[in-house]
Each structure stands twice: as C-alpha cells, then as structure tokens.
C-alpha cells in the first residue's frame, strides 16, 4: 500500500492576521516614523542626492531593520551599480528566501517558481499646503493614520514584506522561493532599475507571482487588485516672444502675449472645453475586460470616485457649492483617470510672484506637461508625436520649444488565472470580510512593464494602501494603518496559496 501523502498545514486567518498586526504595531510603525523624518527625495529632485546620502540613509536603515527580523534562511544584500560613466546609481535592496516544506511535513510548491516582491524607499518633494499640525518630514500618528511624505507611497512595502514572510513561517506554513526588490529611484521614473533587473536576472528565477506593494485601493473596506496604469509622458514647453521683458503699456497690442501663444499651442493638443485630447493616436481601445470591471467597480464606489477629492468651495464660508467633476457618471469617471489619455499643467516659469508682479510683457511662458496616456499606448512615441505637435508652424513665428524629460509605457494586467482569483477571493474575505475588487490606476509604475515583458507568464499582485484622501505627492499624505495591517495578511495568504 502506498504511504498517505501529508495533508497540507492549515492556514489559520485570525493567527496570521494577530501575527501581522503585532508586527505592525511594535516594529513596523517605529521604523515608518524615522523613515518619514529623513527627506530621501527622488533623483529627479534632489540633483546631488548621492552626496547628500539620504537615500543611502533609508536605504541602509531598511536594510538593518531586516537584519535585525533574523528571518531564518533569508539572504540580504545591498546593491550598488554604476552608469558607464562610472557614476554611482541609486542604490537596491535584494532580498531572497529559499521554498520551504511546512513544518507538517507538507512539500514546497512542486512548480519552483518564485514570488518576487518591489517596493521603493525615495519620495516625492514636500509640497505645500500641509495641514498646519502636519508636515512632510514631520511623522504623526491621527485617527489611525500615519501622515508624512512616503509612508504610503511606498515606504512601508519593504516592511510589510517581511512581516508577511514572518507570519507565513509562524504559521509553519509551505511556502515558494521569495525575493524582494525594493528600489530608490521609482520617483524618478525608475531609470536606474532595468540595470539592476539585468544584473539579478538569474538571482531573481523563474517569476510567478509578482507583488507590488505601490499601487491604490477604491476603499477601505476590502482589498484591491490594480488591473492597469497609465503611461506618462512629460515635458518642458516653451514660448518665447522677446528677448528680455518690455512695459505693457509700449508693446502690448503690438507684440503677442507669450501666454497667448501657449494656450494656442495646447490647444492643438487639447479640447480645453472638454479636457479631451485630439490626438487620435494618444487614445486606445478600452478592453471589453476591463469596461466591465469598471461597471462592477462603480457599483461598489459610487459617488466616491469622485467625491473623494478636496473639492474648492465645499465646507468654505458656509457655501453648499463645491466644484465640479468631468462627469458625475462613476463607469465613465472610472474610465478617465485609467484609460484615457489627460493632460496636466505641474509647473510653470517665466511669471513673477503676484507680489512683484509690474506692468511688464513677459518675454516668454514655459509649462511643465504631464500627459497621462491609456495602458496600451506607446509612451517614447507619444513623446516624440508631442514634440512635433507642438514645435511645428508656430503662431507668429515665435520660439516654441517642447523638450521631453521623461516617457513611461503605462500596463494592462494579464489574464487572471484560477488558483490566483480564488487566493485574492479568499484573502479579502478572510481580512477584510468582502470580496476583492479591481480597479485600474491612473498613476504609472514603470517596473511593470519590465516585469511583465520578462516574466510574461507571471501573475501580478499590483495592490497598495494608496485609497481615497491618501494623497501621495501632494499635501497630507497618509499611510492607513488598519488597511496596512490588512493587506499584509492578505499578501501572505495569497503567497501561501501559490501552486
């Protein structure tokens, strides 16, 4: 007779979640508020971030937070590259965990195959219009939230990682091969990581679940599989009319605006009625997938997709007003921040303060141009369809120029397998007591799109604590705590279940 294969450990929810929120509360939070205190900016901000050390800072204190877990059998390593100019890159993080049989006798995943988790320690600039109580590099814990710049965005993957690995193994759980990326430079477009994704390519293995901890959630209440992101293209345009500044009195009339000549340029680009790009190009088809899950999203959010933002004149003065959407319809609001093309103002040059503001034509008006492009349009191309767009047979001759600063191809995640639907069924049902939900992101994660060309038959955990009011890059930003403590549990439920 053939001897009884073991039957596998059962995983118990409730221990895995007690675990979790131990780890949380007595490691995970204090190394999220000195983590928040060090202003690690991304390269893109922060020029000599290499001599100013401070993404080396967080870097190194991550590093030793993981060490300091004495997680058995994990490997830790930090990595440094230079650029073929000999010019340090931002630094990564690696991690790696051998498959383990559960402590029951119950073998590894028979398919070898490896759970791969990113996150990214540098950060967005301060911003202004903190709350006055709060500041970016100023961590504080209220109602729940921790506030700070880069807790949620992303700070908190490395750690919550690790404290999923650490409440798989008390659970005495088999569990698959894991490895970890955490990077410093995803705020700047992630320029440096496909070197280090090349030099670890036979470390990292054979990629079947990818976790990606940098992404957002439609509400608190359940956890939240990203389905898309949208691409980026970006840019400097400039109008320049003079040579140097002249009395509005003598040559206005006479010599164009500067300003003028802007809004004309973009409106080859844009709708300004609508917000609609021209463009055909710039806009894709929109899967019949991905509309459905829209409809199905709507249903759960509503009125929140929009409502969630800090509206000008609600609660001001008094006033019933507040200001108004694209659309108050929730599919097709859903619909325009994920799969269609939008156009964005972020910076701006050439204008005085209101304060020293004279009677003066400015020679010239340059904007900073965000263009957030559909999933499945070609960003390096977009950029260069902008340049001549906008360069081309300019009004009154003037001096337009669009200089291209950054282009990321946005992602549309693979089909979903069955073991993995059921494993995110199972794990917000078990945390969060709903059932999951998908949603697309208008944001744009670089590294995805590289993973999924090099790993194109791996699954995509793209989820994150990112929900309504968490306001990354801008003011206020906040980690929930409750829903971090969740969606770690979740993560290690899910890897559990990987075949």
Known sequence: MNARLPQPLPLEPGALQAHVDTAWR??????????????????????????????????????????????????LEVIRLNDVQGRPRTPVLFFELPASAGRDGTPAPASGQTVLMYGHLDKQPEFTGWRSDLGPWTPKIDDGKLYGRGGADDGYAVYASIAAIQALQAQGVA???????????????????????DALRARLGDVGLVICLDSGAGNYDQLWLTTSLRGMASGVLKVEILTEGIHSGDASGLVPSSFRIMRQVLDRLEDSATGRLLPASFHCEVPAERVEQARATAAILGEEIYKRFPWAHHD??????????????????LLNRTWRPTLSVTGAEGFPALKDAGNVLRPYTAF?????????????????????????????????????????????APPTTPWFEQALQDASQAHFGAACGTIGQGGTIPLMNMLSQGFPSAQMMVCGVLGPKSNAH??????????????????????ARMP
């Open 316 to 333: 001001c003065g008094g006033s019933t007003l507040f200001a108004l959407p694209t659309t108050t319809d929730p599919v097709e609001a």
């Open 26 to 75: 007595e490691r995970i939070v204090p190394a999220l508020v000195d983590y928040i205190a060090v202003p690690a900016k991304s390269p893109a901000f922060d020029a000599d971030w290499a001599a100013h050390g401070l993404l080396e800072r967080v870097l190194q204190s991550a590093a030793d937070w993981v060490a300091a877990q004495k997680v058995p059998g994990l490997r």
């Open 175 to 197: 569990h698959p091969r894991i490895v970890g990326l955490i990077e410093t430079c995803e705020e700047s477009g992630s320029g440096d990581l496909l070197p280090y994704v």
């Open 368 to 412: 900073k141009l965000s263009l957030r492009l559909p999933p499945l349009v070609d960003a390096a191309a977009a950029v260069q369809q902008l340049k001549a767009l906008l360069e081309d047979n300019a009004p009154y001759q003037a001096k337009v120029t669009f200089a291209g600063e950054g282009a990321a191809s946005g992602w549309n």
């Open 474 to 495: 801008g003011p206020n930003e906040f980690l929930h705590l409750d829903y971090a403590r969740r969606l770690t549990a979740s993560v290690a439920q899910v890897i």
